[in-house]
């Protein structure tokens, strides 16, 4: 019998740790998820006072330490209230217990007649037999006491009940603590809502206590769904929110500020990228009670950033296609060279065999110098330059390249209805013109797929001729709100990383630029169309020059012409060129010979032809040699590609003419008639 009992007694201790140990993890709870302390400190002793069957259980604050009043109380059934009657008592009536509570100790009364008379007759009133009490201190400071009071029958305090109630009041204390820290920061909050960046304040659980517009923003949430919840509760990705919370922690446990660069998708569903720091915030102590973050959105940073990867890539590829032109224009030069050679020699022969095989060969040669010609449009980083374009040109040019990047399922429709259109504009803008249209086409198609019509008509605008550039997709199209913003500078409802938001605005710029006009016209369900008016440029028509046979070339007064070329074959093909058309030419195989033949005769030559890539003495440098020794003599520029000197500079530095290979025998011709023109006008 003696064994059961002493079995019964364990499990009774044992059950009654466990629903202390569960009384304390409910308290601690509501300190720890709620924002109001006053309702935490109201539940908190309900339960004390469920549990333990006490009559009433309470909480006094200390005043100026004159007086003490009742906050908090809590009553069992059949128990009066007294918390009304107890809101100014001066030490002097309760001191016996007032002063050993400040020396941090316990105070209790099996019998309170065991009391001072005085403080006998305070409790007597309230029909109190026993009492508990024990300090709260709050940053080290007597802040006032929680307490116990039967008044059913005298009662015997445990040991059990007087750790309860010790613990509690550290719970209670601590909760304090948070509250006047909090209470604190909360005086800086209207500093932080006008705020750009997120800033927010956070208690050890990693719930927030203040969130500026900024942070509830990206959120994408309301306040009264952010304040006192942590990032589990509130974002979407909970490995998002594990990562935050884990920086929380690490702050928390270091008690050293945290720098942090991440990427973020907030429950509105947008992405952004921000630059974060937290720290650590401590009480009058030293010790962590929460943390501040500051979050800089720099999601357009980033996207510049992306841009200027993008651009120095660009810059490299247009160094690789500068390489690669000038050494494919080089060995164009060669085919096209001999081709016409060839041509002009058998013209009169009965091989028309021959002249139908070298027209195909003829044609790619050009067809390959327009692609060449078109990639350093697009990758060059020169300053706009203005001439005359062929619009209807570079339409038909820009399509090729489009129809090479656009998925299958997406048509390009060739609808230019007319033959020939010029403009005073820079080549490389018109693509780019052009391009940015397709992009948006392409963006909102590239699902379902679709088609995009490209078209130029002649229209007459304000007693003005124009060229009418229209781009029309049969996508979603736009509703009003949206179609009436698309020209703004960054304005896009493409995803963050899709899009900067500056396509339709740089064709806006272009168009603007040249005094054009642009209009859109969108519905929903309708598709949209782009219309951008050019002025048209009205020129005389130049009839090109032909090829003339060897044999037909007229008897006219030949030159003697320089050709400088470090490449032997294009020597050789310059030299046949100019002898078909009866001129008197010598060649070079570098810079140097040619400078030094010059100085010895400088009257020697009427014209000098020179490449500006050569080794150890370029064109460019070579040709100032002999400016300066002669400044009237013609010199033209020959390059495959050359980023060291462009034509305007080369006619600032006294050149006649600069030609890009490969070029044609009318070309040489235009410019020795020049150059004969001038020697007759003198």
Sequence with gaps: MKEVAEHREAEDIIAYNLRQQELLSNIS???????????????????????????????????????????????????????????????EEIANMTSILAEEKIFFATDIKDLPEEFYNHLHVR?????????????????????????????????????????????????????????????????VESANDAIFFKDLESRYVIANKKTLEVLGLPAEQVIGKNDYEIM??????????????DVFTSGKAKEITKRMAGNNGKEYWFQAIKVPQFDDNGKVVGLVGIARDITRHREMETELRHSQKMAAIGTLAGGLAHEFNNLLFMITGNVQLLSANIKSSACEDCQSFLEPISRAAKRATNLVRQVLTFSRKSEKKVEDVDLVGVIREGMGMLRASLPTTIEIVDSVGIDGGMVRADSSQLYQLLVNLCA???????????????????????????????????GPGMPPEVKDRVLEPFFTTKPVGDGSGMGLSV?????????????????????TSVHVYLPEYIEAEEKAAEIPPAAEVAEKK????????????????????????????????????????FTEYPDRFDLVFTDQAMPKLSGKNMAVKMLKIRPDIPIVLITGYSDVIDPDEAEKLGFLDYLYKPFDVPDFEKVINRVRNKIEAS
């Excluded at 679709?450 to 001729?465: S, V």
């Excluded at 064709?507 to 598709?527: F, K, M, N, T």
């Excluded at 074959?569 to 310059?574: K, N, Q, R, T, V």
Aim: with cysteine; proline share 3%.
């Design 440 to 474: 948006n086409s392409k963006y909102v198609l590239q699902d379902s797929g679709g088609t995009i019509e490209i078209g130029l008509y002649r229209e007459t605008r304000k007693n003005q001729p124009v060229l009418k550039l229209t781009v029309r997709d049969d």
């Design 127 to 191: 029909e109190i037999k026993s009492l508990l009490t024990l300090p709260i201190f709050v940053q080290e400071s007597f802040f006032g006491f929680i307490g116990f009071d039967e008044c059913q029958e005298h009662r015997t305090w445990k040991n059990s009940e007087i750790e309860l109630l010790r613990t509690v009041s550290n719970i209670i204390a601590s909760g304090y603590e948070r509250k006047i820290h909090f209470d604190k920061l909360k005086q800086y909050q209207f500093m």
């Design 29 to 91: 709870q509501r300190f720890h998820y709620t924002q109001s302390i006053d309702n935490a400190i109201n539940s908190s002793l309900g339960m004390l006072g469920n549990n333990t069957g006490v009559s009433r259980v309470y909480i006094f604050e200390d005043i100026e330490g004159k007086f003490c009043r009742n906050t908090f109380e809590w009553c069992n059934k059949g128990i009066k209230p007294e918390m009304q009657n107890l809101q100014k008592v001066p030490y």
């Design 236 to 249: 979407k990705s909970k490995e998002q929110a594990g990562k935050n919370v884990q920086d929380d922690q």
């Design 507 to 527: 064709v806006h710029g272009i168009v603007e630029d040249y005094g054009g006009d642009i209009e859109i016209e969108s519905a929903v369900g309708q598709g």
């Design 558 to 597: 030949s030159l003697r012409i320089m050709v400088v070329d470090d490449e032997p074959e294009l020597c050789d093909i310059m030299t046949f060129m100019l002898e078909t058309l009866g001129q008197q030419v010598e060649a070079f195989p570098d810079g140097e010979s040619a400078l030094a033949a």
